[in-house]
């Protein structure tokens, strides 16, 4: 066994072992120190005035508005009439009739016999009107037993313009007007029974 390294080991032990605490003495002092006394600011007190809350129900009413004033009454304006001489104003135009003419020897007015109650008018038409063409037109159709009108058709011979000249510009509109056709049935043994071949004329005209 080597004493002399032995004691030197033991020497650095208390040696190393005395600086530690010596540190650790001089840590201890410096944490125990006096703490600095830091700077306060003191804030004033804060006091909330009284208040008193008043409630009112009551609607405030709103003031009468001034009246208007009433505008003084004006005059009439008066105006020059001018002088309209009476051929300026002569302007005519053609006016168009659309006639019915009933002339058929079927149509006796005796009793049981048919009897036509409504015959509209047929309505001019406009190409014939926009021409100027006047004629007739002569349909032929069947009264039935509830007094209405059935199957018109016109008759080509028997539609012509008023010239003579064989035209159809009429024929849809007396159609139309016949269809519109009422009539008291004829009555026959206590029933009411059909009626062809019952024909109508229809003229057109236009008015000077």
Known sequence: MNFAKVGIA??????TTLL???????????????????????????????????????D?????????????DLPEPEFDAPDISGEALNMTAPVAKAGIDMGNGSLAFSEGEYLP?????PEYPSTALSRGIEGFCTVVYTVTETGTTRDPEPIESE??????????VFNRASVKAALKFKYKPKVVDGKPVEVPGVKN???YTMQK
């Open 201 to 203: 004329r229809f003229t």
């Open 159 to 168: 539609c012509i313009t008023k010239e003579g000249k064989p035209t159809s």
């Open 20 to 58: 530690l605490l010596f540190l650790m003495y001089q840590l201890i002092n410096n944490d125990l120190g006096e703490l600095k006394q830091k700077k306060t600011v003191k804030i004033p007190d804060i006091t909330m005035p009284d208040t008193k809350i008043e409630t009112r129900f009551e």
């Open 60 to 72: 405030a009413k709103p003031e009468k508005p001034e009246e208007p004033d009433v505008p003084p």
């Open 117 to 121: 109650i409504v015959k509209v008018p």
């Open 10 to 15: 033991g020497l650095l032990g208390v040696v």
